[in-house]
């Protein structure tokens, strides 16, 4: 059973540019979330997803960024224009859903802008 | 307000020592305890986890964990840890709100 699955896992933009992050989850598993990791610090939730539904966005900036998770396909985390303070690792975590709690992650993406 | 608190950013064992990364939170009922470890460049492994019941859990690689109510404290601990054990760790909770809040992390480093 593959592990959660991000690409690519390492992209570079200039500034200005759109940003699209991809993540698919483990087999089985209807729940996603994404977190952003700045240099140094730990991790921060930007979005929790279910198939086509965002349940919980609290975490997302309010302009630039957006997040889907189709019926079918890989959840994308979207960021558009990027700024130098973009520059981060992302990522995704995906559960079943069940009492189990536990979140499972991807190696992530790392994101630098220029 | 619910948070967690990862006291040491940094510590230094040398191998074969023990070792224990301290972590707290503030909340008012018992949240769900996870650490989780990275290594540089990679993203984050499960190390134990704590819902409930024994409040001392064992993990993968020689960890353990004790879960203490009264301290609001789930510290992790190895007895001896190899050099291979250099990375970064993680104390995250689980609040009820469907989503983990991570502490800043303990950066370990082993000298030999």
């Known amino acids: 059973n593959a592990g959660v699955m991000q690409n690519p896992r390492h992209l570079v933009r200039r500034r200005g540019q759109e940003a699209r992050l991809r993540c698919s989850p483990m087999k089985g598993h209807s729940h996603v979330y994404w977190y952003r990791q700045l240099p140094e610090e730990g991790l921060k939730f930007m979005v929790y997803?279910?198939?086509?539904?965002?349940?919980?966005e609290s975490g997302m900036p309010k302009e630039r960024f957006s997040a889907e998770f189709p019926k079918e396909g890989p959840s994308i985390l979207r960021i558009q224009q990027v700024v130098r303070g973009d520059s981060a690792a992302y990522f995704c975590?995906?559960?079943?859903?069940?009492?189990?709690?536990?979140?499972?992650f991807g190696p992530g993406t790392r994101l630098t802008v220029t | 307000a619910q948070s967690v608190t990862q006291p040491d950013i940094h510590i230094t064992v040398s191998e074969g020592a023990s070792l224990e990364l301290r972590c707290n939170y503030s909340?008012?009922?018992?949240?769900?305890l996870f650490w989780y470890v990275q290594s540089p460049g990679q993203g984050l492994q499960l190390l134990l986890k704590y819902f409930s019941g024994d409040t001392l859990v064992q993990g993968i690689k020689g960890f353990e964990a004790e879960f203490k109510r009264s301290q609001s404290s789930f510290n992790l601990r190895k007895p001896s840890v190899h050099w291979s054990d250099a990375a970064e760790y993680f104390c995250?909770?689980?609040?009820?709100?469907?989503?983990?809040?991570f502490g800043t992390g303990t950066r370990l480093t082993i000298i030999p």
């Open positions: 995250a909770v689980y609040f009820g709100n469907e989503k983990l809040t």
């Open positions: 909340y008012g009922a018992t949240p769900y």
């Open positions: 975590a995906s559960s079943p859903g069940t009492s189990d709690y536990e979140q499972y």
């Open positions: 997803l279910q198939k086509e539904n965002i349940i919980d």
